[in-house]
């Protein structure tokens, strides 16, 4: 069952975008994944080149402009969504002016497609650099980049410290020192984020979702998710789904 549960949750992280969206509206998955750093999504949204991509306006008769008119649009909504998500202004900026003018020096559309997901990755990872940044030891960085790579699975105090390698209790009051919270309560937080965005960009029922995450029952993820959002998971995604490209598929 373990092993079905990860194939369940990669499944989710791995899947293509199928439905049809504009790459620069900014309340989409993709750009939620850039900016809370979640490099493995973005690389798997990012397998759909440029060049491939379906439902794009034609902003210009001339093919290369057009290609680049829509890296621009992208890369600069990408640094926007990022400066919201804390980078600095600076940072964000001067990233898009890079890769802005890079593009605008390739001569073919292929070029500037390749370029894409190197952009994209370049800021996802600054990103989940940027939520470790207050983090001084090396070990809670490792735990995170656990946690994230591992929220199908039950995750709990020993096991993360016989990751680092530290004695539990001591990682357990580090961690604390470090990221302002438990580790339990940290690890749920981020259960709860990968559920909204399950809730809200895919067709899982709450079973599903519950298993998946490892949460012991169904009712018990209900219990969780309003205790922290305010609203039963079926509330939020009948809130938020329809505001979504697929909440308006039918």
Wanted: aromatic share 12%; net charge positive.
């Amino acid at each position: 069952m373990s092993l079905e549960k990860e194939l369940f949750y990669k499944e989710f992280v791995r899947r293509e975008n199928e439905i049809l969206r504009a790459p620069y509206n900014p309340e989409l998955e993709f750009f939620t994944a850039v900016k809370s750093g979640d490099v493995t999504k973005v690389r798997e949204l990012c397998r759909e080149r440029l060049i491939d991509k379906k439902g794009l306006g034609i902003l210009s008769d001339d093919y290369l402009q057009h290609i680049k008119y829509h890296f621009v649009i992208t890369t600069a909504v990408t640094a926007r969504y990022c400066i919201e998500g804390g980078m600095e202004l600076s940072t964000a900026y001067t990233l898009s002016d890079f890769y802005i003018q890079k593009a605008d020096r390739c001569k073919n559309a292929k070029d500037i497609s390749d370029l894409h997901p190197i952009m994209c990755e370049d800021y996802a990872k600054r990103m989940r650099a940027l939520r470790k940044k207050k983090i001084c030891s090396k070990h809670v960085a490792d735990c995170i980049d656990y946690i994230y790579d591992n929220l199908h699975k039950r995750i709990t105090i020993e096991m993360l410290s016989e990751h680092v390698q530290l004695n539990a209790s001591y990682l357990s009051r580090l961690f604390k020192k470090e990221v302002g919270t438990p580790v339990s309560t940290y690890i749920q937080n981020k259960k709860i984020e990968t559920a909204k965005n399950m809730l809200i960009y895919s067709e899982y029922t709450l079973s599903e979702i519950a298993s998946t995450l490892a949460f012991p029952s169904q009712s018990y993820f209900t219990e969780i998710f309003k205790k922290q959002t305010g609203v039963t998971p079926t509330e939020y995604k009948n809130h938020y789904f329809r505001n979504t490209s697929m909440g308006k598929r039918s």
